[in-house]
Every structure is written in structure tokens, then in C-alpha cells.
């Protein structure tokens, strides 16, 4: 006697599975006896796979809201040396104390390891400053500068050779990454670190933007 009776292979079941998900809710004792394989261990049973499954998914998201809740303090406090900054820059009363305050607050306050800042045009006051160079803005040095300073966005990440040698000098194998300022009609301000990955490529540039408007506006008050 021929056996007529369709034999069902595994893909067919769990299609059929897939277009019945409630199935499980009608023979409740097949979810605790079927077994799940795991990439390490024994085999688990379904319900507490799928328990499994949830505490995963929960400690991911508990991950996640931590990264969110460090990188929205780090954003506070950063907020706050902006804020104060600025306050700083204006209570100055010449332009040198302003550029003075600048780079102070570059070094102290952002932990920055090398602070330089590239002026177009003397600023009397600061002959003693070892931070800084006085370079006219058509200057061939600043060649390598030209797209920074036309676009006026703030670069980071670990700069060209030829801008590192003119910004750090003797001092450029100890810096590993920078932040590139462009200050419109008044020059550039980079700041160095010794590790590579404080400043990178695609990081948020939103502060130094604002550090930049700070200091220009504040030297508007001096011009000349």
C-alpha cells in the first residue's frame, strides 16, 4: 500500500509558524518543551530563550541611555566653558588681554596641550607670546590654510604636515590630533593634544564654532 499521507519538511513548518505567530498561545505546553540551540552552552527552552532575549535587548538599551546621559553632561559642562568663556573674553580691556584670556582658556579650561594662534595683522602687547605668529593673510605660508580660511569651518583630526610644521614647529611630532579654528579677517587658532583621538574627523564642531563667534566679536571692540 502506497503512503499518500504529505510529509512536511522543516522550512514548511516554520513558514507555516510565521503566518500563525499566535499558535503558541494555544498549546502552551510546546513552548516549554521546545528546545532553542545557543551559540555557547546547552540548549535553553523557548520561554526562557526568549527571556534571554530581553535582558539582552535591556542591557543594550541601559548601555545606550548611559552614552546619552554622558554625552548630554559632557554637553552641560562644555556649554558652561563656553558660556564662561566668552564672559571672560568680554570682561577684557585690550586686545592682547583678549587674545591672552583666549589661549589660557584653550590650555586650562579645554585641556588643550599646545595652543597656537595665527594673527594677520601685530596686535601690540604680545611680542613676549610664545603661542603666537603674526602672518599677513596673503602670506605663502598660509597657502596650505587657504580652504580652511575661505570655508571658516572648524577642522579636527590629525592635520597635514605642512600645516602642522607651520603651526607647532618644533613641537609638532608631540601633537597627535587637532582642532582648527578660522577666525574671518582675523587669523587662526589650532589646538593640540597629545592623543590621537581627542579631536577626529565628523566629531561635533558646534562649540568651537561658538568659542571662534566669541573671540571675533570680542576684538571687534579694538579695531585697528
Known amino acids: 500500500m502506497i503512503d499518500t499521507t504529505e510529509k512536511l519538511g522543516a522550512h514548511e513548518v516554520a513558514a507555516w509558524l510565521r503566518r500563525h505567530p499566535t499558535f503558541l498561545k494555544q498549546f502552551p505546553d510546546l513552548a516549554l518543551s521546545l528546545v532553542v540551540p545557543r551559540e555557547e552552552g546547552p540548549a535553553a527552552s523557548l520561554a526562557s530563550y526568549q527571556l534571554e532575549v530581553l535582558r539582552d535587548k535591556n542591557r543594550e538599551l541601559a548601555r545606550r541611555l548611559q552614552e546619552l546621559f554622558a554625552n548630554a553632561q559632557e554637553n552641560e559642562r562644555l556649554a558652561v566653558r563656553t558660556h564662561q568663556l566668552a564672559l571672560g573674553l568680554m570682561r577684557q580691556d585690550s ?10 582658556a584653550l590650555q586650562e579650561d579645554f585641556q588643550g596641550d599646545l595652543v597656537r594662534v595665527v594673527l594677520f595683522k601685530p596686535v601690540a602687547g604680545l611680542d613676549d607670546a610664545d603661542w603666537l605668529q603674526v602672518l599677513p593673510a596673503d602670506d605663502v605660508r598660509l597657502a596650505p590654510f587657504r580652504d580652511a580660511i575661505s570655508a571658516g569651518e572648524p577642522i579636527c583630526g590629525r592635520l597635514h604636515p605642512d600645516k602642522h610644521a607651520l603651526l607647532y614647529g618644533m613641537r609638532a611630532d608631540d601633537v597627535q590630533s587637532s582642532a582648527l ?3 574671518d579677517g582675523i587669523g587662526l587658532i589650532a589646538v593640540g593634544s597629545r592623543d590621537a583621538n581627542r579631536f577626529f574627523p565628523g566629531m561635533g564642531t558646534l562649540f568651537l564654532r561658538m568659542m571662534g563667534d566669541a573671540l571675533a566679536v570680542a576684538l571687534q571692540r579694538y579695531p585697528g
Open 95 to 104: 586686545a592682547a588681554g583678549t587674545l591672552r584670556a583666549m589661549a589660557a
Open 181 to 183: 579654528l578660522s577666525i
